[in-house]
């Protein structure tokens, strides 16, 4: 394997004395130049479906911590408003979309074979990037999972508890299944057309899958996410696939196996050597520094690091925050994780 991008190693099962690293959110506003960009765009949505300054953000943290991995610059919620939702953001407080709760709703929906009219500056983007990115750089691309998408379409906005997709899902199970359904198909198009694009990489985020209990994390979190895998790889032999169960605790256990991806992503509330011991023992693992770290900096910062290494170190690793870091995080510190991780 020698000669192949270091995160292309780890996700085919390289243990390395110096794991590869990067950031969920890393192209974000704790960046000076993420802002300048944003503010040149307009707004967030204009700059993911930009594909010059997308391309631009997404180079920028490569520029300035170079990064072993650079994710495409988009946005979980552009797949809805490809099937024809309404979005919109409203600033400081989050996405905004026109909600599914009945048939009706649903119908209004367009069919996945439309939704590339929308989403063909994303593909764009990725284009660029693959030209433009350091050779030793690999780049990720990605989609939300089914189920945290749909919590986003039922309610039309974040929620603490994703309430109203749990009270769909009860009361009306065949229409919220149907809406899963539609999110699979349109998310496998989706992500087949970065990898045609020259995504070396996709990631799927659920970052709701915690708050699926039993049966239903199975079927809702699960499932969906052994279905979109197994389309991918069939249609594009080889192509890695990380997943991300937010939140899935002892449900991480298996969860590679379970769903063919090659590397699972762990949040920061599962303990490190707990992992390497029960989730690693099945292969690549993503994570899992604390993204407040980022913002505190200092002797725990590093201490905390150098204990997800080493707890890590005997298989393969992917160095990453538990989830994205935040807008407050102070760029030095970004730094201080990288330099400590490399320190070997
Ligand atoms: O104001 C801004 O500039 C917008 C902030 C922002 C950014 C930087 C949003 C709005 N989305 C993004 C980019 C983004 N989103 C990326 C780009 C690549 C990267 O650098 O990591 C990715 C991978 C996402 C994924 C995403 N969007 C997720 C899954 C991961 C996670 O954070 O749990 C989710 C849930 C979203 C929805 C979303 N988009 C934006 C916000 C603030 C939210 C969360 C809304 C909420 O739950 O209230």
Not at 26 to 44: I, K, S, V
Not at 129 to 153: C, D, K, Q
Not at 239 to 266: H, M, N, S
Not at 267 to 290: F, I, K, M, R, T
Request: aromatic share 8%; with cysteine.
């Amino acid at each position: 394997m020698a000669g192949q991008k270091k995160l292309l190693r780890a996700l085919a099962g390289e243990k390395q004395d110096v794991p590869p690293i990067w950031m969920m959110r890393q192209a974000g506003r704790y960046l000076p130049e993420y802002r300048a960009t944003r503010a040149e765009a307009g707004d967030f949505l204009k700059l993911c479906y930009n594909p010059d300054l997308a391309a631009e953000v997404t180079l920028q943290p490569i520029r300035r911590y170079g990064f072993d991995a650079a994710i495409l610059f988009a946005d979980i919620l552009l797949v809805p408003q490809a099937l024809g939702a309404d979005l919109w953001f409203v600033t400081g407080e989050g996405p905004r979309l026109s909600t599914i709760t009945t048939e009706a709703d649903f119908a209004k929906l367009g069919p996945v074979a439309d939704i590339h009219e929308t989403l063909n500056p994303i593909y764009e983007t990725v284009r660029i990037l693959s030209r433009e990115l350091p050779s030793e750089t690999t780049l990720i691309g990605f989609a939300g999972a089914p189920w945290t998408v749909a919590t986003y379409m039922i309610a039309g906005r974040g929620t603490p508890d994703q309430g109203p997709a749990h009270a769909l899902r009860e009361e009306n199970t065949a229409l919220f299944e149907a809406l899963l359904a539609r999110i699979t198909e349109a998310t496998i198009e989706y992500l087949s057309c970065q990898i045609e694009a020259g995504a070396e990489v996709v990631k799927i985020f659920d970052s709701w899958a915690g708050s699926l209990q039993g049966e239903a994390f199975e079927k809702y979190a699960l499932e969906p996410c052994r279905q979109i895998t197994a389309a991918l790889k069939a249609r594009h032999p080889g192509i890695p696939v990380i997943g991300f169960p937010r939140e899935a605790g002892e449900k991480y256990v298996g969860f590679a196996k379970a769903t063919g991806i090659d590397c699972v992503a762990l949040d920061n509330s599962v303990d490190p050597e707990w992992a390497a011991a029960h989730v690693q023992v099945d292969g690549c693992v993503q994570g899992n520094l604390a993204s407040r770290h980022m913002v505190t900096g200092g002797q725990e910062l590093v201490d905390e690091t150098r204990r997800i290494v080493a707890a890590f170190r005997n298989g393969p690793h992917i160095f990453n925050l538990g989830h994205g870091i935040t807008p407050d995080a102070d760029p030095d510190n970004v730094q201080l994780m990288i330099d400590t991780v490399r320190e070997g």
